[in-house]
T-cell receptor, first 109, second 115 residues
Framework: AQRVTQPEKLLSVFKGAPVELKCNYS??????LFWYVQYSRQRLQLLLR??SRESIKGFTADLNKGETSFHLKKPFAQEEDSAMYYC???????????FGKGTRLHILP | DTGVSQDPRHKITKRGQNVTFRCDPI?????LYWYRQTLGQGPEFLTY????????KSRLLSDRFSAERPKGSFSTLEIQRTEQGDSAMYLC?????????????FGPGTRLTVL
């Protein structure tokens, strides 16, 4: 079965330090991969998707098919990055989204 | 607010009671999804509609759960004979469903507590 694994439940990083949120997936095909973010008291929203290859709020994520990973990175953490981050995959356009359990990112001042 | 809306935002009920939640998608979005999120977990897919047709149901959706989207606009999710294990956040999402990529936009959720 398709699965998304986020090994860290909580990641604490000092402001200005680099951030890396890990994500691995299990699927033999070529899924669409995403990172969703949920800030405090806000709804779940799309942060970025691999196919667009964009940098959003300074975050990037590279798909490594060999390692089946899609880690989220940012070179310099900001306090406003504190949030819950979910890695997710979608097998086909319009299909359901399969989410990981999430990693809470806490940026320390 | 033109985003996805859900009602109620919170529901507390006693075990054995029936509850119904409503989701209003973004106007013109023909795809509507229901997810459930329990503590410490990511959202898990329950079911989805294209217009009024229910296209897929998860095995999580027991026979106590039923979802409808009668006119292809708003949707309702009903849980009969609620159990404590039904306590969760129920999320609705919608997408346009007609272009090359369809971002799913999420609502604020309905938090259900079964006592």
């Amino acid at each position: 079965a398709q699965r998304v694994t986020q090994p860290e439940k909580l990641l604490s990083v000092f402001k200005g330090a680099p951030v890396e949120l890990k994500c691995n997936y299990s699927y033999s095909g070529s899924p669409e991969l995403f990172w969703y973010v949920q800030y405090s008291r806000q709804r779940l929203q799309l942060l970025l998707r691999h196919i667009s290859r964009e940098s959003i709020k300074g975050f990037t994520a590279d798909l490594n098919k060999g390692e089946t990973s899609f880690h989220l990175k940012k070179p310099f953490a900001q306090e406003e990055d504190s949030a819950m981050y979910y890695c997710a995959l979608q097998l086909n356009r319009d299909d359901k989204i399969i989410f990981g359990k999430g990693t809470r990112l806490h940026i320390l001042p | 607010d033109t985003g996805v809306s859900q009602d109620p935002r919170h529901k507390i009920t006693k075990r054995g009671q029936n509850v119904t939640f409503r989701c209003d998608p973004i106007s013109e979005h023909n795809r509507l999804y229901w997810y459930r999120q329990t503590l410490g977990q990511g959202p898990e897919f329950l079911t989805y509609f294209q217009n009024e047709a229910q296209l897929e149901k998860s095995r999580l959706l027991s026979d106590r759960f039923s979802a409808e989207r009668p006119k292809g606009s708003f949707s309702t999710l009903e849980i009969q004979r609620t159990e404590q294990g039904d306590s969760a956040m129920y999320l609705c999402a919608s997408s346009l469903g007609t272009v090359s990529y369809n971002e799913q936009f999420f609502g604020p959720g309905t938090r259900l507590t079964v006592l």
